[in-house]
């Protein structure tokens, strides 16, 4: 079975500070791990993903995540963080092997960036 | 990022209607599914389909529920009797390849009465 966990349920940060959203999984298979955003009354935005290679990964709008595979992290974060960087971050996972494969999403952490 | 639309935005029904929900992928894509989110939840996936059938489906999507492609463009999604707990936000996905992203619609904000 797969699963995410979003430990929090809110990030609060300062404007300027580092920002990291947590994000741990679990799936049968190698994992392939995606970030999404969610502004008030919109869609899911793709900011990035990790499928294999560097652990590093650079997303949209500065963000970037670590794949960590003995922690099963996939932590986003970004250097310094903006007022308009405050929204609802999803983390979610599905299976590498699984052509076309369902994803399965976290609860959410609520980002909010403080002047 | 591949464009996706979704129709209605809103829908207000009364329980026990019928709901068709729209998706327009407006390039040619391979892969479909339906999400939806109940407010202030998790997003969960309700089903696949691709090469015209259902790949896959969750334990949500019951005989209420059916998808269909019946254009080769549109991709519906149909409640057939709703009920209140059907009150959600729906998204369309699409994918153009088994290994790709999945790219988001904005959603259609559904509100069974």
């Known amino acids: 079975a797969q699963s995410v966990a979003q430990p929090e349920d809110q990030v609060n940060v300062a404007e300027g500070n580092p920002l990291t959203v947590k994000c741990t999984y679990s799936?049968?298979?190698?994992?392939?791990l995606f970030w999404y955003v969610q502004y008030p009354n919109r869609g899911l935005q793709f900011l990035l993903k990790?499928?294999?290679?560097?652990?590093l990964v650079k997303g949209s709008y500065g963000f970037e995540a670590e794949f960590n595979k003995s922690q099963t992290s996939f932590h986003l974060k970004k250097p310094s963080a903006l007022v308009s960087d405050s929204a609802l971050y999803f983390c979610?996972?599905?299976?590498?092997?699984?052509?076309?494969?369902?994803?399965?999403f976290g609860t959410g952490t609520r980002l909010q960036v403080f002047p | 990022e591949p464009e996706v639309t979704q129709t209605p935005s809103h829908q207000v029904t009364q329980m026990g209607q019928e709901v068709i929900l729209r998706c327009v992928p407006i390039?040619?894509?391979?892969?479909f599914y339906w999400y939806r989110q109940i407010l202030g939840q998790k997003v969960e996936f309700l089903v696949s389909?691709?090469?015209?059938?259902?790949?896959?489906k969750s334990e949500i999507f019951d005989d209420q529920f059916s998808v269909e492609r019946p254009d080769g463009s549109n991709f519906t999604l149909k409640i057939r009797s709703t009920k209140l707990e059907d009150s959600a936000m729906y998204f369309c996905?699409?994918?153009?390849?088994?290994?790709?992203?999945?790219?988001f619609g904005p959603g259609t904000r559904l509100l069974v009465l």
């Open positions: 979610a996972v599905r299976r590498l092997e699984v052509e076309g494969g369902k994803l399965i």
């Open positions: 996905a699409v994918t153009s390849g088994g290994l790709e992203t999945q790219y």
């Open positions: 390039s040619n894509h391979l892969y």
């Open positions: 389909f691709y090469n015209n059938e259902i790949s896959e």
């Open positions: 799936v049968s298979g190698n994992p392939y």
């Open positions: 990790y499928i294999t290679g560097d652990n």
